[in-house]
């Protein structure tokens, strides 16, 4: 399957030319959310024949995920209006093995784990590696598959598993880990007997795999709580299933009207979705309204400055934070933002000063006071967030700025220069070539 992007754009000396300064008005239509679809790409393993998977984002990690999964046997095609066809063979055409050169590239890929041992009873993948926020293990996904019943061995950067049968247990985790506990319920879904997962992951796009797992066929039982049940089933059958809305795509959208000012209506933005986030926000002075599928945000004066702590599902999200700590830079007063999660997603603190922003990094707090103005200059991205926050940041500087490091934002952002730029903010895609 190609989207075209990775053809089309990702090469190195390609940057984003933004002009900022221009309040932000109009419709924000909500992309598919990334963290849930790449997740319901690996769970079409569990199932042979044809998925129907709709509103998918058009990003490089789906082009990333159906290059896995074609890798392995199954075909991706995208269809029109963000409808992916995965078929899915008989177990026997499946080959169990992720490669390093598509594991590298995309964290969720751990994701192919549950499924295959569910199915296959086998799995051989590449370590998957650190990542530019910090060290990312996988400790506890490999534990919870041990208590299913798999082994494994690691061998040249490669682990393999393999499982006789998989029986359900109880499985208590050391932390709430979202893909996690997308694994373990892929796992449990065609295990013999029931599993019950303690301190299970919260997050809505947990709920929307497990949501999709049932529909398939599966019993799951306590989505959305800190408990799971899952009652084994013989087989799935193919899904048909939408996917929920993104919550940080319309983080990022909020966070450009906090810094632009404006009058945006969020479409498909889902509230109850990012609860402690809009009361944080409305706290310190971002209107929001809720509207008929979806919600408006207007802002018409500088936000107020505020202490905020990353923490998982209902708390704020990890993947708010650089938008926050993008959002705060022109707050009136001193902020200080905690990151409880990931211990190195801070590496965009220095691009932001580069726009004139003024903060330090304290051990995991950012401790930030707000000017009045940013100003354009050039910056570099360094993941899908921090990419996002430099964009929109960029969006309300004064003057010209150059982000580079749009792979990253491609990876996770659809068509950010339209979307963006159809409510005022002024973004260009220089290609390599053209900027010589
Ligand atoms: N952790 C372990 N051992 C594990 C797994 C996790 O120690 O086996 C630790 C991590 O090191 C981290 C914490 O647990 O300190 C949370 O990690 P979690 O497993 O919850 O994160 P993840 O599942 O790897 C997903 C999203 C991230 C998002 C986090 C937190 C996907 C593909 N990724 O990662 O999204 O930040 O949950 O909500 O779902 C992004 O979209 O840009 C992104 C990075």
Same mark, same amino acid.
């Given at each position: ?57 058009? %990003? ?223 706290? %310190? ?141 002024? %973004? ?9």
């Amino acid at each position: 399957m190609t989207l075209g992007l990775k053809d089309s754009k990702a090469t190195a000396g390609d940057h984003f030319k933004v002009t900022g300064g221009n309040p932000l008005f109009g419709e924000f239509v909500v992309q598919g959310a990334k963290n849930a679809v790449l997740k319901q790409m690996a769970a079409t393993i569990l199932a042979s024949g044809e998925h129907h998977l709709f509103n998918v984002p058009k %990003i490089l990690d789906v082009e990333i995920m159906a290059e896995l999964l074609e890798s392995m046997g199954l075909t991706c095609q995208f269809e029109e209006d963000h409808h992916v066809v995965i078929t899915t063979p008989a177990p026997d055409d499946i080959r169990p093995f992720a490669d390093y050169e598509l594991v590298e590239k995309i964290r969720a890929s751990v994701t192919v784990l549950g499924p295959l041992l569910a199915r296959l009873k086998a799995a051989t993948m590449s370590l998957p590696g650190g990542d530019d926020f910090g060290h990312r293990p996988i400790d506890i996904h490999l534990n919870a598959l041990k208590s299913l019943g798999a082994t494994f061995t690691t061998s040249h950067g490669y682990i393999e598993g393999k499982a006789s049968r998989l029986d359900g247990t109880t499985i208590v985790l050391d932390f709430p880990s979202h893909t996690a506990t997308d694994n373990i319920m892929m796992a449990a879904v065609l295990a013999n007997g029931t599993t019950t997962i303690h301190n299970a992951a919260r997050e809505p796009e947990v709920i929307d795999l497990g949501s999709m797992l049932n529909s398939m066929g599966a019993a799951i039982t306590g989505l959305g709580s800190s408990i799971l049940r899952i009652e084994g089933v013989p087989i799935l059958k193919p899904a048909n299933y939408r996917i929920i809305p993104d919550r940080i795509d319309a983080a990022t959208a909020i966070a450009a009207v906090i810094m632009n000012k404006g009058n945006v209506f969020i479409r498909h933005g889902v509230i109850r979705h990012m609860d402690m986030l809009l009361r944080k926000l409305a706290g %310190i002075g971002v209107n929001i309204h809720p509207d008929n599928n979806g919600f408006t945000v207007w802002v018409n004066k500088r936000i107020d400055a505020a202490q905020i702590a990353t923490l998982p599902y209902p708390g704020i999200a990890t993947d708010y934070l650089p938008l926050l700590v993008a959002a705060m830079s022109t707050a009136n007063g001193e902020s200080i933002v905690t990151e409880n999660l990931f211990e190195g997603r801070f590496k965009y603190v220095d691009e932001l000063r580069r726009l004139g922003a003024t903060m330090a990094i304290h051990g995991h707090h950012v401790v930030i006071k707000g000017v009045e103005n940013l100003q354009g200059a050039p910056v570099k991205a360094t993941d899908i967030r921090a990419g996002a926050a430099l964009l929109v940041a960029a969006t309300s500087a004064d003057g010209e700025s150059k982000v580079l490091g749009t792979t990253h934002i491609q990876r996770g952002y659809e068509d950010f220069v339209t979307r963006f730029g159809d409510l005022g903010a002024k %973004i260009e895609l220089v290609s390599n070539e053209n900027s010589c």
